[in-house]
């Protein structure tokens, strides 16, 4: 599966902003998908998940309330609707997917979201 995020950019504190995930490929086979965020020099950070038919969703505790997402499996799109954005959740934001039986994971080449104060 390849996958490829936009919807990234700059903003204030306060705004909005949604990325997509736009999956191709071997489409049927994704599970669970998921968005991480990565700041230079520090791990990738699990932000959000959510199964396949979209029925469960899991968030970390410092974006519940804030994040929602979402997918459009006859678009093959992920979403991620950020609202009340705020400096610290500026970073690289990645999408995943896991794979058939075996879990594959792949990933996208990740969209820069960059918050003003």
């Known amino acids: 599966v390849h996958l490829v995020e936009s919807g990234g950019g700059l903003v204030q504190a306060g705004d909005s902003l949604r990325l997509s995930c736009a999956a191709s490929?071997?489409?049927?086979?994704?599970?669970?998908m998921g968005w991480y965020r990565q700041v230079i020099g520090k791990q990738r950070e699990w932000v959000a998940a959510?199964?396949?038919?979209?029925?469960?969703?899991n968030y970390a505790d410092s974006v519940k309330g804030r994040f929602t997402i979402s997918r459009d499996n006859a678009k093959n799109t992920m979403y991620l609707q950020m609202n009340s954005l705020k400096p610290e959740d500026t970073a690289v934001y990645y999408c995943?997917?896991?794979?058939?039986?075996?879990?594959?994971?792949?990933w996208g080449q990740g969209t820069q979201v960059t918050v003003s104060s």
């Open positions: 995943n997917a896991d794979e058939g039986p075996l879990s594959v994971i792949s």
């Open positions: 490929g071997s489409t049927f086979s994704i599970n669970a």
């Open positions: 959510i199964t396949n038919g979209g029925a469960t969703t």
